[in-house]
């Protein structure tokens, strides 16, 4: 394209949600975490590298039989609570404004246990074993 001579309407995106194309052979369920893999395809938080966290379902999206695409799902980016990790992996007070990590499609941890683990989003605060987590790919990817 050529560089602009006169005013344009360029359009835009309100709002927090976004509904985008869902992987293969996945059911995500509504309030779930959910993920950005490695092809770029929304699926559901779990244990894996190359993903980063994007926001939280907002309905439940069922593409166990389809292929990648085939079906989209709505979510939202924002601040959630999920389930904290134990052990070594739990996340405190003090990790307040650092990077969590994808257990599953509910739990987040405090490390990336040992490079098996693909970055949620950053801890925005901890109440007993819930964890708030700010969810938006954008800020996750810049903490990396």
Known sequence: MTAMTTERNTIRRLGDTRVEPLAAAIKVWAGSLVMRNAAGFVTKGATATGGI?????????????????????????????FANAAGADL??????????????????????????????????????????????EAVTRGAL
Request: net charge negative; charged share 20%; glycine share 16%.
């Open 91 to 136: 996340i405190a007070q003090a990790d307040i404004g650092t990077l969590c990590y994808i257990v599953d499609d509910q739990t987040v941890a405090k490390t990336d246990g040992s490079a098996t683990r693909s970055p949620v989003g950053i801890i925005d605060g901890v109440e007993g074993f819930t964890v708030w987590v700010l969810l938006d």
């Open 53 to 81: 966290g994007i926001g939280r379902a907002e309905a439940t999206a069922d593409n166990s039989g389809g292929t990648a695409g085939a079906m989209t799902v709505e979510y939202r980016r924002g601040v959630y609570g």
